[in-house]
């Protein structure tokens, strides 16, 4: 009884936060937010021998999603121009937002109505080829419909999400872990919103991740290396875990990385045709030397430096931080050599979130999807206090609230203390190397 409560409790829940509330009405949506956490941990706890119809009721649930317009996140506004430009013929790597709309352009979809919606109309898109073929694909088919070209991406999403399941219950098999785990994914809210709701393509990228992990424990290299190309081909995250796994593989690393790399290039090239193209590189330079967003050990760093020197050190420390997080991505990556695989790349996350100047709510999808292969928890209360970065969208002018993440991270920080004295210094200590 108590488990068909948790999912009806879950179920009205996502549907009132997502219908009756506007981005700004924070505080009045974050505790059905806080509802549908608590159900999650519930669905979990009860559904061990109920893991079908709990995975079942799971994607109905996105079903109900299809239909809901993206609202806490105006990413898919960008999406969609990205994917008009490309059924016009034109690269939208090479032209920003800006030129469009003020020259002289007559081109079907682009208009002021959905330029005023863009986050960054003066920034080039750095979204990679997937991402963009999605987007092209939704704007081919409904051109001058927003609510039909997000319903088209949603499909993908949901899709990839199948894949995502199919490959998380065979690791967990693997692993000899309780397939329930993987419900911590698929009832997870903030994985739910942010894929479902808010159109974060983190879920493509996921699913071929876990493909890659799945195919290196069956030896089958060839298809570990394609599959991780299909990855970076989505989001370039899963670069970071290229030492891991080239570590792990040792003499066969040579064949996986010319393999993944091949494809890699074939699937950019259609982008960078164009020498203009190759601008986009300076709006993904900003993310180390302008963003700033819910980075709990770099607002500390900042703080302190603006005390020292006057003013947002931001230009000196965000490439810092970037230099340290890839030394120590190379530390957990030979510390780990010999180890889980699947929790490497949790730890490795770990790793480049702290050192992150920009850490979105949809970011923490990865730390969910590979922390089920762990002892470790820490990655479920980051999933819910991540989410209290939206307090900074309470106004028109984006205002992050410092004691929020405050919070957020020193919880964080007190949990992980917690688990590492209590659970052990790293859960891998008593799982068997996967790969040998």
């Known amino acids: 009884m108590s488990r068909i409560l948790a999912h009806a409790v879950f179920v009205l829940a ?7 509330f506007k981005r700004p009405e924070f505080w009045s ?18 559904s061990k021998d109920a893991l079908i119809n709990s995975l079942i009721l799971a994607f109905m649930l996105r079903m109900i999603a299809l239909v809901i317009m993206p609202w806490l996140s105006d990413d898919f506004y960008r999406f969609h121009w990205d994917g008009l430009l490309w059924t016009h013929g034109i690269n939208p790597l090479s032209v920003l937002p800006n030129e469009l709309i003020t020259g002289d352009f007559d081109l079907k979809g682009i208009n002021q109505t959905l330029f005023q919606l863009l986050n960054s109309p003066d920034k080039y898109s750095v979204y990679p080829p997937i991402a963009q073929l999605v987007f092209g694909i939704s704007a081919f088919l409904f051109p001058e419909d927003l609510f039909y070209s997000s319903f088209t991406m949603k499909l993908f999403l949901v899709a990839a999400e199948f894949g995502l399941v199919y490959y998380a219950l065979r690791l967990l098999s693997h692993y000899k872990l309780p397939k329930e785990l993987v419900l911590l994914i698929v009832w997870n809210p903030l994985f739910l919103i942010e894929t479902h709701i808010n159109l974060h393509f983190e879920v493509i990228m996921l699913c071929f991740s876990l ?8 030896s089958k290299l060839r298809f570990a290396a394609l599959f991780f190309a299909l990855a970076c081909l989505t989001k370039l995250l899963p670069l970071i875990f290229l030492p891991l796994i080239l570590l792990k593989i040792k003499r066969t690393s040579f064949e996986f990385l010319l393999i993944s790399s091949l494809i890699g290039i074939i699937g950019f090239t259609p ?20 963003f700033e967003f ?11 430096g603006s005390l020292l020197v006057g003013y947002n050190p931001i230009a000196i420390l965000g490439p810092s931080m970037a230099v340290i997080s890839f030394f120590m991505i190379l530390l957990i990556s030979w510390r780990y050599r010999k180890k889980q695989l699947a929790e490497g790349f949790l730890m490795i996350l770990c790793c480049y979130l702290i050192f992150s100047t920009t850490v979105h709510p949809w970011y923490i999808m990865s730390l969910i999807v590979f922390g089920i292969f762990s002892k470790l928890r820490f990655w479920i209360l980051w999933s819910f206090t991540a989410f209290l970065s939206y307090s900074a969208y309470t106004s028109e002018i984006v205002s992050q609230n410092f004691w929020l993440i405050a919070l957020e991270y020193l919880s964080l920080l007190g949990f992980l203390i917690w688990e590492f004295r209590f659970i052990g210094r790293s859960s891998a200590d008593s799982v068997p190397a996967d790969i040998s």
């Open 271 to 290: 982008l960078f045709l164009n020498s203009q193209a190759l601008l986009s590189f300076e709006s993904i330079k900003l993310y180390f030397v302008v």
């Open 14 to 20: 996502f549907v009132a936060m997502n219908l009756l």
């Open 29 to 46: 949506y974050l505790p059905l937010f806080g509802l549908m956490f608590a159900s999650s941990l519930l669905i979990y706890k009860q």
């Open 294 to 304: 819910n980075a709990g050990l770099y607002y500390l760093l900042s703080h302190l």
């Open 211 to 218: 493909g890659t992990i799945y195919y290196l424990l069956k």
